[in-house]
């Protein structure tokens, strides 16, 4: 009787674990893709410089 419920206390802590580390890699690669995407353009990207233009 006592090993059956260690046995399923362990798979359960087991999945637990592994939910755990599969749900951390898929948040670290969320965020590193909001990171790279979400920064602050500067003047000579957005094109606010002032242009002489050649008549």
Do not use: A, C, H, P
Not at 1 to 17: A, C, K, Q, R, S
Not at 34 to 43: A, C, G, K, P
């Amino acid at each position: 009787m006592n090993y059956t419920v260690i046995v399923i206390v362990g798979i359960l802590v087991i999945g637990l674990v592994v939910f755990t580390i599969v749900r951390n890699l898929k948040d670290k690669k969320e965020l590193e893709e909001e990171m790279n995407n979400d920064y602050q353009e500067s003047n000579d990207q957005k094109g606010d410089f002032d242009e002489v233009d050649d008549l």
